[in-house]
């Protein structure tokens, strides 16, 4: 660690929630701004902030739901906007960003004889590869 001190299974669970309650809503905020819909980016990057103020004051229990929360939110709003817009990569985002989120939720260790986490992670990064390539193609169109 290059900082001493830091590096404790709290600290890490702290960073996740910030990632999920601020970067979820963030990359959510882009798309739909790009898109022209100023009031639900606004509205999407608000509610992460108030949650991302709020954490301390919720449970463990509290915490999981609103995570979970605002990965389906997310994933709905950018599918849909990428649905009207016929945005290929954007739908693909939505669908992985949500199976992720789904996933996690099964009690289940292994899925398809793989770790299910594994299996979660790489929905993840498939659907942050699509988010990407997503916004990209609609910065293209806009200019």
């Known amino acids: 660690m290059l900082v001493p001190g830091l590096g404790t ?18 990359l959510a905020f882009d798309f739909h701004w790009v898109n022209g819909d100023r009031s639900s980016a606004n509205l999407l990057l608000g509610g992460g902030m108030v949650l991302a103020v709020a954490g301390d004051h919720l449970g463990a229990e509290g915490r999981s739901v609103a995570s979970q929360a605002v990965v389906l939110v997310v994933a709905v709003t950018i599918l849909i906007v990428a649905v ?12 992985m960003l949500g199976a992720a989120g789904l996933l996690s939720r099964l009690e289940e260790d292994r899925l398809l004889l793989l770790p299910k986490e594994d299996i979660c ?3 993840l990064a498939a659907g942050s590869w699509a ?5 990209h193609t609609q910065r293209l169109q806009w200019e």
Not at 9 to 26: F, K, M, N, Q, R
């Open 84 to 95: 009207f817009t016929t945005n290929t990569y954007g739908m693909w985002g939505g669908v």
């Open 9 to 26: 299974d709290e600290d890490h669970l702290a960073g996740a929630w910030v990632a999920t309650v601020i970067g979820l809503p963030l």
């Open 121 to 123: 992670c790489w929905a």
């Open 131 to 135: 988010y990407h390539r997503a916004l």
